[in-house]
């Protein structure tokens, strides 16, 4: 199974912004961890703080036999171009978001993603990752 994590504005900075709400692991590391946890999967990292990029990289993946994590960062809630980038290919998504969204500002409170996804895990940290991968795994899709 290929896995495509794909995560969006200042998911770079993790380990160094606000580590009280993001933790205190970057993901590079973080992503060592999975592979290392899952090494039957073929575990492929996608990072940009361009919309247009996360677009074209969705683009690219997502007529392929993979499964998309998408952690879209602000982009969330605020990009119906993402939203519709992810309806418009075949590969399934599930959202991830470190921080829990309901507990923050109300503009955080709505993802045009998690429309377009089959589900949307937040507030477990980068635990949320782990879950999608075993949703991905006890699924028929």
Same mark, same amino acid.
């Not at 993790?14 to 205190?24: A, C, F, H, N, V």
């Not at 996804?117 to 782990?130: F, P, S």
């Given at each position: ?68 994590? %998408? ?9 119906? &171009? /993402?939203?519709?980038? !992810?309806? +418009?290919? *075949? ?29 949307? %895990? ?9 879950? &999608? /991968?075993?949703?991905? !795994?006890? +699924?028929? *899709?």
């Amino acid at each position: 199974m290929i896995i495509d994590i794909v995560n969006g504005p200042n998911l770079n900075l993790l380990s160094k912004r606000e580590p009280e709400i993001y933790g205190s692991m970057s993901f590079e590391s973080y992503l060592e961890v999975l592979k290392s946890t899952y090494p039957s999967l073929t575990i492929r990292y996608f990072q940009s703080n361009h919309e247009g990029e996360l677009i074209d990289y969705l683009h690219a993946i997502g007529f392929e036999k993979t499964h998309i994590i %998408i952690n879209a960062g602000a982009y969330s809630h605020t990009s119906i &171009a /993402i939203a519709d980038a !992810l309806r +418009s290919i *075949t590969a399934p998504a599930i959202e991830v978001h470190l921080s829990n969204i309901y507990r923050r500002e109300s503009f955080r409170h709505h993802s045009y993603i998690a429309q377009a996804v089959q589900g949307t %895990i937040c507030g477990l940290g980068l635990k949320g990752y782990e879950l &999608a /991968i075993e949703s991905f !795994l006890n +699924s028929t *899709t």
